[in-house]
């Protein structure tokens, strides 16, 4: 078809225009989040190159307990060691390094490493010291020389401080290295799962926005049906009219895309506040190359070209003006079978982690592959889930509405499950890491349980005995603390357990103390107790000789239990002894790794979910719309024979609502069986809790947005089948 | 005494600057069965949408089964075409998703009869129109003849006043056309409802008790003053 033609067909309405409009702004959202996301994706691996100064080089590193390692400063090497900190309750990470007057080793930029006494913090650790007091937090690790640039951190909410050492002391550290030159390829272990939901994510955008281009182009065939008839008509083959529509949407996927790119502008400063692998990015760190954009567009371009063409090729109207209806090929249950063995999968793992001798290669795969298939499983199974829905309904229903909504539904399972489909499969997901993560809070919420350390006792691993003397003058004079005791080390090589006076022993917390001169107790059970396991029970102290000539081995404050005071104390115990390992209260080893890391997780679940949810409350909408027009005469001459509009609408919104309602059901169930499952068999005694607050606002949002957009389509619903507009044939 | 079930006076309609009725004078006996003929854009429809009330008129009123239309709103008119019209079309009338069955149920559940009272009733109705063998069927899996025989079983199903029957068998042959009118006015007849039958078809308006010809918006000639009296 000549494009003049082709203009003149394409562009000769409002509601031609209105659609296209809609079409842009949908594929431009879309666009714009796939583009950050890809661009998240591809700066990964230079966030981890840019901190990998802090890690072993494994070209040049020598660790320490290796023969080789100079006792004293020498020019060429320096000694690195990783540790972290804590404070009200965030963590700190801080690498120490010691070096020699004039040693020839500089970091990135050029930043010569701090002597003992100096230090280098990140942006945002510099503003924390700021905004505290010193005797809480600057106090612990001296002069402030600058803070860090750019190119040596992951992202600008990175918590990191560069301590200057003494060389005896961090060569006695099991975790230092000796470094001649620092390592410039990072260690992308850590962010390869980031990656992989990056790269899922960026998969999982284009599906939704597939869905939207499918069903925007049904809409359109419906609303030119008279058109494309015309057009048949004239002379005009199938194809034609299918390159039409494919031309068209192929066109508007161009500009929605070229609009993307300045929504992704918009959108780069809201993303860069989230929280990736333990900070927040850069946003030179979501742009993708020109390349990359390059091939985004032109696949947004095609995909939309050809799911027009192809949805249009399908729906065929003829000559007539009347399309063919393609029966939906029949729903059976065993559409159920992919979910019905990704869930065995799972399951099977899942217990196969409980049996000794268990190949842990193939354990993980089923676990992951299980997983992968039961998500995939529930979209399977969506359209018999809602046709056995349906036809419950079919025979409950009591009104005009409900047995025409019914019958739709049971018809065309297929094609109502499509619009909520995305819905479905991020509320399984929300719902699953939601279950977990409610296993989690459920281990880091740390409360005074008898038998285990106090909460507002820090504790403090000596690496030299010396340090216990300078840690308790220091913590005499700290305003919040009330006692400072030592735990000394048991004679016994290889013994877990340390040994403390009766009265230290009671004053950290332990029970049932016997009366002796000392008593020996596990000071780690006490920390550890109900974090690292469900269990929170202890062995109980034993009676022990007296303390006379053991080693001091711990030093324990026990503060008034404010954060002031706990944040004092760690100072003043930091400043004193220079211990390598930071003083630890219970909350503050419960918060380590495991919440943050899966709070981030969810929180990108949570983002996941609500773009999932706004594109496919869009293709409800549209969906909606566009099934109220195939309709049209029908629902118009309902109402001529007397159908009150309201009955309409009841009967469009039950189409909308009972397949989001079946399947988001099964899917947040499923979600919470799936996480049960992965705590029940991982997470060694942990249990499960009501998710958090977020999990039901997100939920409830979602429905409030289905809402929405069905009853946002309700005026196109009564316009379009006014019974002025339906014609007596 | 004649039972005069539809009056219509002085009935005008114009659309923009076109006008489609140019003041119709029409009475429609109970039991009667109408023809309407005329030719395309005569204002047959326009004047059958009037009739039923579907549309409102610019002026005149149409008094229907006692009640006057013309005072009415448009939900009100919606509630009166449900409890006293019934409708079948030439084509398209039927609900793809539905079985032949829920189709009929539908005007059923619409005036509040029970989903059982409802079912019971469409199938009775479907019997009476030989369709007993067709219950459980979908529109897409019947024959033309056979979803026109579902069309008026839904139409009469609540056992309506009047049956405005549009074109009924236009769509289909001169066997099923002939099979599918005989069934209806059998019924219709047995039942006493008004039918006002619109079509081009010589041979379809010959089952009618009377006939009308509409000509530019005017009952024409002599079926004028016969239509008015």
Not at chain 1, 360 to 367: A, C, I, M, R
Not at chain 1, 439 to 449: G, K, Q
Not at chain 1, 464 to 493: C, F, H, I, N, W
Not at chain 2, 78 to 91: E, H, P, S
Request: a neutral charge.
């Amino acid at each position: 078809m000549r494009p003049a033609a082709a203009r003149l067909f394409l562009f000769s309405s409002a509601g031609a225009y209105r659609r296209l409009v809609a079409i842009v702004a949908g594929i431009a959202l879309g666009t714009g989040m796939l583009l950050v996301l890809l661009g998240a994706y591809l700066h990964m691996p230079d966030r981890d190159e840019r901190v990998a100064w802090k890690e072993p080089n494994s070209a040049g590193a020598l660790f320490s307990d290796d023969r080789g390692v100079p006792l004293a400063p020498v020019d060429d090497t320096v000694l690195l060691a990783n540790h972290v900190d804590f404070f009200d309750g965030a963590t700190i990470e801080t690498v120490s390094v010691a070096s020699s007057a004039h040693t020839s080793v500089a970091f990135p930029d050029g930043i010569a490493p701090p002597a003992p006494g100096e230090y280098y913090a990140s942006p945002a650790m510099a503003r924390l010291i700021d905004q505290n007091p010193a005797d809480q937090l600057g106090g612990r690790y001296g002069k402030r020389l600058g803070v860090l640039p750019a190119s040596m951190l992951k992202g600008p909410s990175q918590r990191i401080v560069l301590i200057g050492a003494n060389w005896d002391a961090l060569a006695g550290d099991a975790n230092a290295t000796a470094e001649r030159a620092f390592a410039t390829a990072g260690n992308h272990s850590a962010s390869l799962l980031y990656q992989a939901v990056l790269a899922i994510g960026s998969v999982a955008l284009l599906v939704p926005i597939v869905l939207l281009i499918s069903i925007v182009s049904q809409l359109g065939a419906a609303e030119r049906r008279e058109r494309f008839a015309t057009v048949r008509l004239i002379g005009a083959g199938r194809r034609d009219v299918a390159a039409l529509a494919g031309r068209e949407m192929g066109l508007a996927s161009l500009a929605g895309g070229l609009i993307g790119i300045g929504v992704a502008a918009l959108l780069r400063p809201a993303a860069a506040v989230l929280s990736i692998g333990g900070a927040t990015s850069y946003r030179a760190d979501l742009v993708p190359s020109f390349g990359w954009t390059a091939a985004s567009l032109v696949i947004v371009a095609a995909l939309g070209a050809g799911t027009a063409w192809w949805r249009t090729f399908r729906d065929d109207v003829g000559a007539l003006g009347a399309t063919r209806e393609r029966p939906e090929k029949r729903t059976t249950g065993w559409r159920a079978v992919p979910l019905g063995v990704g869930l065995t999968a799972f399951c099977g793992s899942a217990a196969a982690t409980r049996l000794d001798g268990a190949p842990q290669d193939l354990v993980l795969l089923g676990l992951v592959g299980g997983f992968a298939l039961t998500a995939f499983g529930i979209v399977h199974a969506g359209p018999w889930i809602t046709k056995a829905a349906s036809q419950t309904y079919r025979r409950l229903a009591r009104s005009a509405a409900g047995v025409v909504a019914a019958g739709r539904l049971s018809r065309h399972p297929r094609a109502t499950f499509r619009s909520v489909a995305g819905v479905v499969v991020a509320v399984f997901i929300v719902s699953m890491l939601a279950g977990v993560l409610s296993s989690v809070a459920r281990l880091v919420a740390v409360d005074d349980t008898p038998g285990l350390l106090r909460q507002d006792t820090l504790i403090a691993a000596l690496d030299s005995p010396e340090q216990a003397g300078a840690m308790l003058a220091s913590l005499a004079s700290v305003a919040g603390v009330r006692e400072g005791v030592v735990a000394y080390r048991t004679p016994r090589d290889g013994a877990t357990t340390e040994v403390m006076t009766p009265a230290d022993a009671r004053a950290v917390g332990a029970i049932d103390v016997p009366d002796a001169p000392a008593v020996t107790l596990d000071l780690f059970d006490m920390l550890s107790g109900g974090i690292m396991s469900g269990s929170t029970s202890v062995k109980a102290p034993q009676p022990a000789p007296a303390i006379a000539g053991l080693a001091p081995e711990y030093v324990l404050a026990v503060t008034d239990g404010s954060p002031a005071a706990i944040e004092r104390a760690r100072t003043a115990m930091i400043a004193a002894g220079k211990p390598s390992l930071a003083p630890t209260t219970r909350s503050d080893f419960a918060e380590r790794g495991t919440l943050e890391f899966t709070q981030e997780l969810s929180a990108l679940a949570y983002i996941g979910m609500a773009i999932a949810i706004g594109i496919s409350a869009l293709a409800l909408a549209v969906a909606t719309v566009a099934a109220a027009l195939d309709r049209k005469r029908t629902f118009g001459l309902l109402r001529l024979g007397g159908m009150p509009v309201s009955e309409l609408r009841k009967s469009v919104t039950a189409e909308a609502a009972l397949p989001l309602g079946a399947t988001l059901a099964a899917s947040a169930a499923l979600g919470f069986f799936v996480a049960w499952v992965m705590v029940g068999a991982l997470g060694d005694g942990a249990t499960m809790a009501w998710p958090d607050a977020r999990y039901w606002w997100a939920l409830g949002g979602s429905l409030a947005i289905a809402a929405l957009a069905v009853t946002g389509s309700f005026g196109v619903v009564s316009r379009s089948t006014e019974v002025v507009s339906t014609r007596f044939e | 005494m004649s039972d005069v079930i539809i009056a219509a006076t002085g009935l005008r309609k114009n659309f923009g600057t076109t006008e489609a009725l140019r003041g119709i004078d029409l009475a429609v006996e109970r039991g009667e069965v109408l023809a309407v003929m005329g030719p395309s854009g005569s204002g047959k429809s326009t004047l059958v949408h009037c009739l039923a009330g579907v549309l409102a008129p610019d002026a005149g009123s149409v008094i229907l089964n006692g009640t006057n239309l013309t005072t009415l709103g448009a939900d009100a008119r919606a509630r009166f075409r449900l409890a006293n019209v019934g409708f079948v079309f030439q084509f398209g009338q039927l609900l793809p998703d539905l079985s032949a069955t829920d189709n009929v149920a539908l005007p059923l559940l619409m005036g509040g009869a029970s989903r059982g009272e409802a079912s019971a009733t469409a199938r009775k109705w479907l019997e009476r129109l030989g369709l007993s063998g067709q219950l459980d069927k979908y529109p897409g899996d019947m024959s033309g003849g056979e979803a026109q025989r579902v069309a008026v079983a839904r139409a009469l199903a609540t056992r309506p006043a009047v049956l405005f029957a549009d074109e009924p068998t236009g769509s289909l042959d001169s066997v099923s056309s002939e099979n599918v009118l005989t069934t209806m006015l059998d019924v219709v007849r047995e039942a006493g409802t008004t039918v006002v039958l619109i079509t081009h078809d010589a041979r379809t308006a010959a089952y009618a008790d009377r006939e009308v010809i509409v000509r530019d918006g005017r009952l024409s000639g002599a079926f004028a003053e016969a239509a008015a009296s």
